[in-house]
């Protein structure tokens, strides 16, 4: 791991030159014994391209690895579901919405809960106070985000309805652009977008996860991929912990290393870092539970079209019989 700093800051560099990726013939394109990762420019898998790690893993196999970048995880998912990449990360949201539209995708791993990862901030000279203080007030979010579902259970949390504020729907950079000028009363945003709010501009935080939402990451896949190819998931899952142990004890040097990735400063993403769930694992019951109650409350308000069933759409690896 210690040349990863320094492949992190190539990548920043390249970053730079070439335009990201869009679903044109190059991604079209399905080389046998390939695995095409989707990622952004923030987390886990990041770390894992930028150490080389999973290159030197599955050479043996004589499995090339190729790299795709998207700009948040409702793109990654459709990446999956058009089989542009085989392989991303996304919040706990984005997958029930995919899952909603028929994308082809399997869950296969999560990440531990993250909860002070994502908030509801309103301006540092606001009169809102609490959540309670937002009834007939124009929230801004990213809809079909991870916060999605944060807002509907502090609202609730909080004896609102859902209908009770008024949502306005917008991506992070417009919808930042939107609390700055003052169009919204708050913003309902995560890390390191939620970090940068704090330190930039001030933002005042009202209410984060905790006590009231997850935040979880998943780990997904092609919904065929992870069938055909387990030894290169199971391969992927154990670098990803070994890059999640690295990490976890080197928050600065992270941070330091995403700053020229992400155009935010160390101090914001050690911040953003420090609220992180490092570790990754297939899933298992207590999972699926929680994510088909995002999904049946998500259906309950009306925001996805139809009933899901999540375990439907979950791939767990064979035991082996000792």
Do not use: C
């Not at 930042?176 to 309902?188: I, L």
């Not at 933002?203 to 055909?228: C, M, P, R």
Request: aromatic share 8%; charged share 25%.
């Amino acid at each position: 791991m210690k040349n990863i700093i320094k492949k992190v800051r190539n990548i920043a560099l390249i970053s730079l030159l070439i335009p990201a990726i869009g679903f044109g013939k190059e991604l079209d394109k399905k080389v046998e014994d390939e695995v095409r990762i989707g990622y952004q420019k923030y987390g886990t898998l990041i770390l894992l391209k930028a150490s080389g790690e999973l290159e030197k893993r599955l050479a043996p196999l004589g499995v090339k690895v190729t790299w795709s970048e998207f700009p948040a995880g409702p793109q990654l998912l459709e990446g999956l579901n058009v089989g542009g990449v085989d392989f991303g990360t996304t919040g706990e949201t984005p997958p029930i919405f995919a899952q909603a539209a028929n994308a082809k995708i399997k869950y296969i791993g999560y990440e531990p809960p993250a909860p002070r990862g994502e908030a509801i901030v309103v301006q540092s000279n606001s009169s809102i106070k609490t959540v309670a203080d937002l009834k007939g007030k124009k929230v801004v979010l990213n809809k079909g985000s991870n916060v999605h579902y944060l807002l509907v259970k502090a609202l609730e949390k909080a004896g609102l309805k859902y209908s009770d504020v008024e949502t306005v729907f917008l991506a992070p950079a417009d919808a930042r652009a939107a609390f700055e000028r003052g169009s919204v009363d708050a913003w309902v945003i995560w890390d390191p977008f939620l970090a940068a709010a704090e330190t930039s501009i001030g933002a005042k935080v009202i209410q984060d996860g905790t006590n009231t939402v997850n935040n979880h990451q998943f780990y997904l896949a092609e919904e065929n991929y992870a069938s055909k190819r387990p030894d290169v998931v199971a391969a992927i899952f154990d670098e990803l912990k070994k890059v999640n142990d690295w990490a976890v004890t080197k928050l600065k040097e992270v941070a330091n290393a995403l700053a020229p990735l992400t155009g935010l400063d160390s101090i914001t993403l050690e911040k953003a870092l420090e609220r992180g769930g490092y570790g990754i694992n297939y899933l298992n019951e207590k999972v699926i539970t929680e994510q088909q109650k995002i999904a049946d409350t998500f259906y309950d308000l009306k925001l996805i079209p139809k009933k899901l069933d999540i375990k439907s759409v979950v791939w767990q690896p064979e035991q082996k019989n000792k």
